[in-house]
């Protein structure tokens, strides 16, 4: 069953995926579907003996092209609709033992090129309003496949979080006429909660951090979205989200999980959106020690309210450390 | 575990187009698995995991001081 179910009391959509339990679990190594397939062996997902980064269509979809229709009927009180849309996966590189992190620079700015190119493609098909690349990393985080790859998920609506940062960017610019992601810029800029900075890219500790190691990297000037970055740009945001992620496994002594993920300007051509929308990335490691995670709970899950266990000038300054 | 399902090309990747909105020279071609899912292969006219930017490496003197 694949559906899109409406909660009219949180107004958000909700997707059920139900064929994803039957998704490739934690295979092992010889046994990866994201590896290549090589002369004599066994046939995988990519049917090529070797590539740099591969995109294709997930096997097991949340969203697609040509959904089935809701196997229940819908009400004014229960609207539901077809899971329009498409979740595609990027896969890296064609090293089954490598990681975001430990990939060559070339191939990480490679991967910023990539997105702005799926962000464009997936953003313009029938049914879309809002394309996320992001990458689970890690056990903990829930990830099935080891080999080093994201998703890119486009969306029939813009999701519950970018959507609320949509709004709150268009209150605050009603208020002072100005975008809060550039005024969050300009305030951080050289700040005690700035990890890393290039001339055109910043990475910083958000001052609202909800987790104790989050950072944002983020343009300096307002930019709607990868697409609307130059070269320069996408260059010192590649250089950034590497070494940040490098920094990030030397932290605690071992590959740091997290979910890093995307936000742009919705997808469709009317550019109305543009004027709110500031392209970030956001990381969020769940780690508050290298023994203890921080969980959701009573406050974050059940009321929405997140309480942080580390400063974030202490986090900053610690992250400082460790990146080179 | 799901089963992995044997995957061989059927429509064959098309030719090499280049991306636009970079100066990399980053390539792309487009096949169909023959689920008729979509397959995109990205590569840059460089050999794989060089840096396409001399210099990209050393954009900035990165680290920020408190």
């Known amino acids: ?324 | 575990m799901g089963e992995l399902d044997v995957i061989d090309e059927a429509g064959g990747p098309g030719p090499a187009e280049p991306v636009a909105g970079t100066r990399t020279g980053l390539v792309r071609e487009v096949g169909v698995l023959p689920d008729g899912r979509r397959i995109t292969y990205y590569r840059l006219p460089a050999a794989s995991g060089t840096c396409p930017h001399p210099g990209s490496e050393l954009a900035t003197d990165s680290r920020v001081g408190p």
């Open chain 1, 1 to 324: 069953m694949t559906e899109r179910r409406y909660d009219p009391t949180a107004d958000e959509w909700v997707t059920f995926a139900t064929h994803r339990q039957d998704r490739t679990y934690k295979p092992p190594a010889e046994g990866c579907p994201l590896c290549p397939t090589r002369p004599g062996g066994r046939l995988t997902e990519v049917p090529r003996p070797a590539y740099e980064v591969v995109v294709f269509d997930n096997r097991y979809p949340s969203f697609s092209p040509e959904p089935p229709s809701p196997e229940v009927a819908g009400s004014s009180l229960y609207p539901v609709a077809p899971a329009v849309g498409r979740c595609e996966v990027v896969v890296y590189s064609d090293d089954h033992d490598t990681t975001f992190a430990d990939l060559p620079p070339g191939r990480v700015r490679m991967l910023v090129d990539v997105w702005a190119d799926r962000a464009a493609v997936l953003g313009g098909e029938p049914g879309v309003s809002y394309v996320m690349p992001f990458e689970n990393k890690g056990d903990v985080i829930g990830v099935t496949l080891a080999h080093p790859h994201g998703q890119i998920y486009a969306y029939p609506e813009v999701p519950p979080r970018p959507a609320r940062e949509l709004r709150a960017a268009l209150t605050y610019r009603a208020r002072t006429g100005r975008c809060v992601e550039c005024d969050v810029v300009a305030a951080e800029a050289e700040g005690p909660r700035v990890v890393l900075a290039a001339p055109t890219v910043i990475a910083f500790v958000p001052f609202w951090a909800r987790f104790p190691y989050e950072v944002h990297v983020v343009p300096r000037a307002h930019r709607p979205s990868l697409a609307d970055l130059d070269d320069h740009e996408r260059d010192d945001l590649a250089d950034l989200m590497h070494r940040l992620t490098r920094g990030y496994d030397r932290l605690f002594g071992f590959s740091l999980p997290y979910v890093m993920a995307v936000h742009a300007r919705p997808s469709g051509a009317d550019r109305d959106w543009d004027p709110v929308s500031h392209l970030h990335v956001e990381f969020a490691p769940p780690n508050r020690a290298a023994d203890k995670l921080k969980y959701l709970a009573g406050s974050e899950l059940a009321g929405g309210a997140f309480v942080t266990d580390v400063a974030p000038e202490r986090a900053a300054a610690r992250l400082r450390e460790v990146i080179v």
